[in-house]
């Protein structure tokens, strides 16, 4: 199991028994919000088992609390092996505490300096604030808007590609 350590959290490989904790995030409408409809539990079942077949997808803990609070995760391209997609879902009262940013920072520096990964692409909604801010405090840069691209709950949204390169990265953490 591949476990990353932040000042406070422990990222960990998932595992079976985070499977109800998977349920819960993928079933929360404030999680959803700006990600997907809600899957029936089939759907979110066989995402789950993706997860576990990968290596770099995490659930993010406290170092003193077993609890799960959110997963992030790195999908390296298979036609490309030097890029990757990064994402990251935190559950509601966990939100705005610098979670996903922590995750985020420590899940880069796996991919750039473990997984060889030279850059990291992020997609999110224009709508979802607190999701753009976590990309802009890592330092990704919004590289692309997809005008009113993403359906969601019968509503379009303006969908914006992010990324960050090795360099950057490094540049910015040096």
Known sequence: MLRLLTPRFTLSSF??????????????????????????????????GQRLLENNAFVIRLHVDETPLGDVGLRISKVNPAEADVGYSILPPAQGQGIASEALKAVCE?????????ALNAWVLAANAGSVRVLEKARFSRVQTLEKSFLLNDKYYDDWAFRLTKEDFARADG
């Open 15 to 48: 595992q079976e028994s985070d499977w109800p904790f998977f349920l819960e995030l993928r079933q929360n409408n404030a999680v959803m919000r700006y990600m997907a409809g809600i899957a029936s539990e089939e759907d979110i079942r066989r995402v789950f």
């Open 110 to 118: 796996y991919a750039f300096y473990q997984a060889n990964v030279e």
